[in-house]
């Protein structure tokens, strides 16, 4: 997974489905923000997805009560469309453009709370849920647009069944860093160490049994979405050490290095607290 975070606030202001999750500043087009699930933190809906939906790979959220719920900005954005196609297609729908050329669309909203210019950052309430369009009941249509065309949905780093139903219980504008370990070093790592650096945040140190690589990260838990100093270092004993650093919005790393049976050497940083261990995890 590459650099899920550098400006992980707003596609360049915002920034990572393709769980190529974004981070700051990287403006190319195969990497997305880090989408949330568009409802208040803690709530739990139902993601559906099905063959012949349109457009291919969308999402219909489902939950009973669902209408009147509040629709938060899945990713900070800037607002592009606030439309009304009455009681056919999308009905009340809005759409965000998170750069890179990523897009989200919500539809079948009772509400719009947002102007078309509007920039709004993640977690941000921009409508209300319903059945409006073409529907036969109530719930929020979504979709995770790359360059006009819908991709399989990512919903904070975990890929939406195709074809399905799963729930998920958002962590939309939760407070804390919206990131984990594993998701920064990818598919296979497990965190085997970690440490505390005071209250700024944590390095951790990450391991794949089956390509023998360790992967270092440092989360940030304080200035969340701000750029400031933070840094992550990896050193196989008997080979120079490869250090990530500078102003980040979430994190550093990830650095990853192949080990097998050789003693590490990591640590990372958060501002003036700072973490370096000594050689360890030699087998």
């Given at each position: 997974?590459?650099?899920?975070?550098r400006l992980?606030?707003?596609?360049?202001?915002?920034?990572?489905?393709?769980?190529?999750?974004?981070?700051?500043?990287?403006?190319?087009?195969?990497?997305?923000?880090?989408?949330?699930?568009?409802?208040k933190?803690?709530?739990?809906?139902?993601?559906?997805?099905?063959?012949?939906?349109?457009p291919?790979?969308?999402?219909?959220?489902?939950?009973?009560?669902?209408?009147?719920?509040?629709?938060?900005?899945?990713?900070s954005?800037?607002?592009?469309?606030?439309?009304?196609?009455?009681?056919?297609?999308?009905?009340?729908?809005?759409?965000?453009?998170?750069?890179?050329?990523?897009?989200?669309?919500?539809?079948?909203?009772?509400?719009?709370?947002?102007?078309?210019?509007?920039?709004?950052?993640?977690?941000?309430?921009?409508?209300?849920?319903?059945?409006?369009?073409?529907?036969?009941?109530?719930?929020?249509?979504?979709?995770?647009?790359?360059?006009?065309?819908?991709?399989?949905?990512?919903?904070?780093?975990?890929?939406?069944?195709?074809?399905?139903?799963?729930?998920?219980?958002?962590?939309?504008?939760?407070?804390?860093?919206?990131?984990?370990?594993?998701?920064?070093?990818?598919?296979?790592?497990?965190?085997?160490?970690?440490?505390?650096?005071g209250?700024?945040?944590?390095?951790?140190?990450?391991?794949n049994?089956?390509?023998?690589?360790?992967?270092?990260?440092?989360?940030?838990?304080?200035?969340?979405?701000?750029?400031?100093?933070?840094?992550?270092?990896?050193?196989?004993?008997?080979?120079?050490?490869?250090?990530?650093?500078?102003?980040?919005?979430?994190?550093?790393?990830?650095?990853?290095?192949?080990?097998?049976?050789?003693?590490?050497?990591?640590?990372?940083?958060?501002?003036?607290?700072?973490?370096?261990?000594?050689?360890?995890?030699?087998?």
């Open positions: 997974m590459s650099r899920l975070r992980a606030v707003f596609a360049a202001a915002a920034v990572l489905p393709a769980l190529g999750l974004t981070l700051a500043g990287q403006a190319t087009a195969s990497a997305a923000p880090n989408f949330q699930v568009p409802f933190c803690g709530v739990t809906v139902t993601a559906a997805t099905f063959s012949g939906h349109n291919a790979n969308s999402v219909d959220f489902q939950k009973a009560g669902i209408t009147g719920m509040p629709v938060l900005a899945s990713a954005g800037t607002v592009t469309r606030v439309a009304n196609e009455g009681s056919t297609s999308y009905g009340r729908w809005i759409e965000l453009d998170h750069g890179g050329g990523w897009r989200t669309r919500y539809a079948h909203l009772s509400a719009q709370q947002v102007s078309v210019g509007q920039k709004v950052t993640g977690g941000t309430q921009i409508g209300k849920a319903g059945a409006t369009g073409g529907v036969t009941g109530p719930h929020l249509h979504f979709e995770e647009n790359l360059n006009g065309v819908t991709q399989k949905a990512v919903l904070n780093g975990v890929a939406v069944p195709y074809y399905g139903h799963k729930d998920f219980t958002s962590k939309n504008n939760c407070g804390g860093n919206p990131y984990s370990a594993e998701q920064v070093c990818g598919s296979g790592f497990s965190v085997v160490d970690s440490q505390k650096l209250t700024a945040g944590t390095a951790y140190l990450l391991y049994a089956s390509t023998k690589a360790n992967c270092v990260t440092t989360l940030k838990a304080v200035s969340l979405g701000t750029a400031s100093p933070v840094s992550a270092f990896l050193e196989v004993k008997g080979s120079a050490r490869t250090t990530d650093q500078g102003s980040f919005t979430y994190y550093a790393g990830p650095v990853t290095k192949t080990a097998g049976a050789t003693c590490v050497r990591w640590g990372g940083s958060v501002g003036a607290s700072a973490y370096e261990s000594p050689f360890e995890h030699c087998g």
